[in-house]
């Protein structure tokens, strides 16, 4: 079942563009609450004017319809979906471009294709869904390689199996977030996974980047979702972690390629828990006078070992922009979304618990938001990466990142990073603003997460925005947080990763892909690739 | 704090070795149900009889006071704590000892020891609380080394820090499981991790080896308490991961050490997520005909988002023997144990859920057990493993083993692994009989933990358990299931694990283990070192 049609310019599906009316408003709250005045707007180029750089290798005849090198094949696969890729793509010439796309359907193709990749010395790049923002994706590879080929791997996505009794789904890596819930819903069972790009990812590439889904507690990060999985390696071993809940035999397999980024082995398989579709839904809207009070509730929330499906704490900019854009009321203060599901319990007396504590700190709870609030919002939630498209025609320089925190830190982190943001992007674009909100919430920390927007310039935008993250990035690591939660490291964030991966666990891992990937060619130029 | 005397002949302290009381009851108890009569009882040689090979290496002149040569100081940590070791010095005659032994109190006299050990080719065994049942400890390393030191890190147990705000601690390795709670206690937490090693065994040891505690769901593994820890590497690099709750920035590298058993460096320090100390507790007991409609209660109780702490299935042996030697009463049919737990919310409303989930499957319930009754399991769970000594005595051959499958296959993997097992024992004992219960329950699937019992030789006991080990080894293997759920792997389940770490991914592991100790002096003979 097509989605749609893939954008090579922009976000998602061509069809599902941001609106006039979507537009309009974004113009609105940006110009109200972060004095961006909009002018100069330019549409990007068409995407046959994009010029790629003329491809190194060909095909072998016995790849043939395997591997692709048409303009189109290429164009689609080559950025991620960062806000840099799509102002490079802007530009109307990229300087990188796969040599090659591969587009299997099967693991015996994708063999073919890798074996002769690994005899080449063709650099080989997995690709799911291309959603990656961090750089993952990007054809960048050190010297020596004779080409890049891209793998798209969406063509492996036989659903093998649902077991109701395990509630477990396996599936090929490629099949993308709606499919594998639409082989799930006849069994009253959903994924219940939803990052950002949802529509747009794959089950295989949310393992590689350790993603999160959008519910704010338990079960947030797909790793602890993988029972199993299936690797394949370019020489053609293939890997199959054992099918059991737990198990305590070595370091576990599966948490070496959760998060390897396609560097470590191409994951083709994945049997994943998933959990019955949720039938009691509440959600409530707490307000805070203070962000930090309503980080006090959040904390108190989670340990007194309450697991809501929704704690999204808006800082003041964030609440007034996203009430702006969707039209709703803009408060003073900080709101707190609150929301629990449940598939067979009763999420009342959770919510009762919850509102109690959020009281306690000195939250104000509106009448409770109507059943629909959290699907409303989910729906936002997946709207709002098209409206970069539009940030993109303005020259607004706007970006997302995000970090994670223990609670002990969360208010000081907040802070500085908030600070050192703000200032990069007032002394980049003179005009800008910074919004944050939290998105996860666990006993011991926190994830929080942080849009800015600054008046840019056309033909300048990837560069301020690189300024702009450099900043930010500093202003992360200074804060003792991780320098991505929920998108991986990619090729964007090696800079600031020392912290996360300490030297000599680089190196452990760097001897460890030696071994997988002997001519290393797998997603060459990520920090665990030598070079 | 001294807790007791270690017991170098047995297990535990010699001060809570098994009451006449108890051997009573267990002798009872194994004629009763299991035919076995007892006669020709042998008390273990005195420790200082027992007889260890001269050491054949001297510690340098600038580690005096560090490392030890004295023979209780090595018969003390020449073995593990399985039924084969304490039958092995029962021989009078261990083959294998540690030529010395390290005590450091801190990371930098850690160092010292290790710095001479990497330049003298001397294999280093870390040992916490010395309970492996694996052969984890065991000082069996391939030729090649001048000798083998044992790194006694109980030395290494300051508490350094207790977050109240985010509910850590951190600590050294060496720190023992009630010390650990002793520095919690004040400020109202608890690690809430109870092996049945738990007063012998150290914090870094249930990290190494991927310890689970006493506790059926939520919060089960050690692995998923890890915050942050601090590793050192025999050529005197130290690592330590960053402290944030959760993070995508490539392969989580505190699971490469989790389940690393010492082999990958020496965990030094930990900073785990402790949880408030309980004050909401109910306990039931749900009678079930057959075990089977136990198990499909236990699935509807985890998958209905229920988190007992206790959900503990007992099959008719188990059951029988368990209630003979308590005091109880024997029914007929399994006994499922479910306890819910809880520092703030009411547990009521889940207590109910689960029973009327297990009335629906067929289960009967007695009036609620009193609160106690928790807390009494688990003393007699304390107080078991000193009953392998009075066996020992004997000539009961008496082993436990654990492993896990899917849901999909538990009843199936219960028959077969039972059967195979019970047949093991009949075959090398003649009379005996074989025990089952669950453990550990999740989502997708479950723990199952089996006892035998047979009458076995004096002089051959080792080797008759080492019999049926292999029979009942290669059952759960058959079945699917992991060789070992969280007693690690040692050296005693390599034959086994084959399809627990697949061959590819054991390369890999090595390879890293040839970047982070490349003298390869740490604990060889597991899996994942050379040769």
Known sequence: ??????NPIGWGFVEEAATDKERRRLARA???????????????????AVALP???????????????????????????????NLAHIRSGRLEHAPDLVATPTSEDELERVLEWAHKSGVAAIPFGGGSSVVGGVDPLVPDGFAGVMTLDLQGICEVHEVSTVDRTVTAGAGILGPDLDRALAPHGLTMRHYPQSYLHSTLGGWVATRSAGHYATHLVKI???????????????????????????????????????????????????????????????????????????????????LQPSHLR????????????????????????ILGFEAAELDVA?????????????????????????AASWRSTFFRTPY???????????????????????????????????????????????????????????ISLYFT????????????????????????????????????????????????????????????????????GILNPGLWWCPG
């Open 313 to 336: 704490l808006l800082d003041p900019y964030e609440q007034a922009v996203s009430a702006a854009m969707s039209g709703g009321r803009v408060h003073a203060g900080s709101t707190l």
């Open 387 to 445: 409206l970069r498209d539009a940030m993109l025609d303005w020259a607004v320089v706007a970006e997302t990142f995000e970090t994670a925190v223990p609670w002990s830190r969360a208010a000081g982190a907040y802070a500085s990073i908030r600070d050192a943001t703000l200032e990069a992007v007032l002394a980049v674009c003179g005009t800008g603003g910074v919004l944050a909100r939290t998105t996860h919430a666990y006993p011991d920390g």
């Open 349 to 373: 007396p959770a919510m009762a618990a919850a509102l109690r504590i959020a009281s306690a700190h000195g939250g104000s709870t509106e009448a409770a938001a109507p059943e629909s609030s």
């Open 223 to 305: 790793e602890d979702r993988v029972e199993a999985m299936r690797v394949l390696l370019p020489d053609g071993r293939r890997i199959d972690t054992l099918r059991v809940p737990a198990s305590s035999v070595g370091p576990d397999p599966n948490r070496l390629w959760a998060g390897s980024e396609g560097a470590l082995g191409i994951i083709t398989q994945v049997t994943a828990r998933a959990v019955p579709t949720p039938k009691h839904r509440q959600v409530s809207s707490v307000h805070f006078a203070r962000f930090d009070r309503g980080l006090e509730a959040m904390r108190d929330i989670v340990q007194a070992g």
């Open 452 to 519: 800015y927007y600054g008046r840019g310039r056309h033909g300048a935008l990837a560069e301020q925005a690189g300024e702009i993250k450099a900043a930010a990035s500093a202003a992360v690591v200074a804060a003792g947080g991780t320098i991505s939660h929920h998108h991986a490291m990619g090729r964007d964030h090696k800079r600031w990763a020392a912290k996360d991966v300490p030297a000599p666990y680089q190196e452990a891992i760097r001897a460890a892909k030696r071994s997988l990937d002997p001519s």
């Open 30 to 48: 940006l110009q109200a609450f972060l004095g961006i005045e909009l002018s100069d707007e330019r549409r990007p180029p068409p995407p046959e």
């Open 1 to 6: 079942v097509p989605h749609g049609t893939r």
């Open 54 to 84: 003329a491809p190194r290798i060909a095909a072998p005849p016995h790849l043939s319809g395997l591997v692709h090198a048409g303009h189109t094949d290429r164009l689609l696969r080559a950025t991620g979906r960062s806000y840099a």
